[in-house]
């Protein structure tokens, strides 16, 4: 594994000119047998993009004759994981869930980002009531289910009593992702709390700033918003292969890690990006 990263640092080093896209044949494998989010193994590194059903990416990624419902098929040849977005806005009908479940294969991971209800509105406020039908309904992915991921409001300042009380309701079933956009949740109290209950900080960048690359438990989630302004940009091949070596050196202590590009604004730099870094650490192993 040491020579691995001594590898990935190197090809850091001699991709600082720039980007330019790889096309990748076979996803990165996990190192491990996975067989379900529930059996998250040691070392597993997951790379994917949040979301995957955006229509400029149609005759880019996806090639022509491809309807818009056989896309997340095709997506799946790819890569193993995908975040669920449209999760945030409205909850999910059992019967997507279900389609989307035999769409992939059986080690295809989902993730899913909880209801605005629960982080932008209710701010973590009775959190039975508000976690209670959504959890529930993700529930549906079974095996495929990864990591939740509450994405809390900007300009929403510290509050550790509402975050303790919200993490203790919280089930066992699931593991939990955190992810503070307001600056002020970025301190040891927080990620106390979220390793008190075996939950992940989300690392992430967005608009030019990078949070705290914070390690609050076994499961380390990644989210990469875009290099030039929120959701834009493509990032550079020397800004991937840092993360490739990182992420190599996260996996040889145990972690298991997830990530993934959201600049899905600008053409399909994010399935792009992603595809870069699979065949980064693919190249490698």
């Known amino acids: 594994m040491a020579k691995l ?5 190197c090809y850091s080093h001699a991709f600082q000119g720039g ?3 790889l096309v990748l044949e076979q996803p990165v494998t996990a190192k491990t047998n996975h ?4 059996d998250m193994m040691e070392g597993a590194i997951f790379i994917g993009t ?8 149609r005759d880019l990624f996806y090639p022509p004759g491809f309807s818009q419902k056989e896309w997340l098929y095709y997506y799946a040849k790819h890569f193993k994981t995908v975040e669920i977005n449209n999760s945030f806005y409205q909850l999910t009908d059992k019967k997507t869930l279900l389609r989307w479940y035999d769409m992939v294969p059986k080690d295809f991971i989902f993730t899913v980002k909880a209801s605005r209800y629960i982080t932008h509105i209710q701010r973590l406020n009775d959190p039975e009531q508000s976690t209670d039908t959504f959890l529930e309904r993700i529930r549906m992915l079974e095996d495929k289910l990864g990591p939740i991921l509450f994405q809390l ?16 309701t919280l089930s066992n079933d699931f593991r939990y992702v955190f992810e503070f956009r307001d600056r002020s949740w970025h301190n040891a109290q927080t ?3 979220l390793s008190m209950h075996k939950a992940a900080f989300c690392i992430f960048d967005l608009d030019g700033f990078l949070s705290p690359r914070e390690i609050t438990t076994d499961l380390i989630y ?3 918003h875009g290099p030039n302004g929120p959701y834009e940009g493509s ?3 020397y800004s991937l292969s840092e993360w490739a070596a990182t992420f190599a050196n996260w996996s040889a202590q145990g972690h298991t890690i997830y990530c993934y590009f959201d600049n899905t604004k600008s053409g399909y730099a994010a399935a792009q990006n992603a595809l870069t870094l699979q065949t980064m650490l693919h190249s490698t192993q």
Not at 35 to 38: D, H, L, T, Y
């Open 5 to 9: 990263i001594d590898r990935l640092l």
């Open 19 to 21: 980007y330019g896209g």
């Open 35 to 38: 067989s379900g989010a529930s």
């Open 50 to 57: 949040s979301g995957w059903s955006y229509s400029h990416w």
């Open 153 to 168: 409001p900007p300009r929403w300042h510290f509050n550790p009593e509402r975050l303790s009380a919200f993490l203790d």
């Open 191 to 193: 990620y106390q709390l």
């Open 222 to 224: 990644v989210r990469l």
């Open 235 to 237: 990032y550079s091949k």
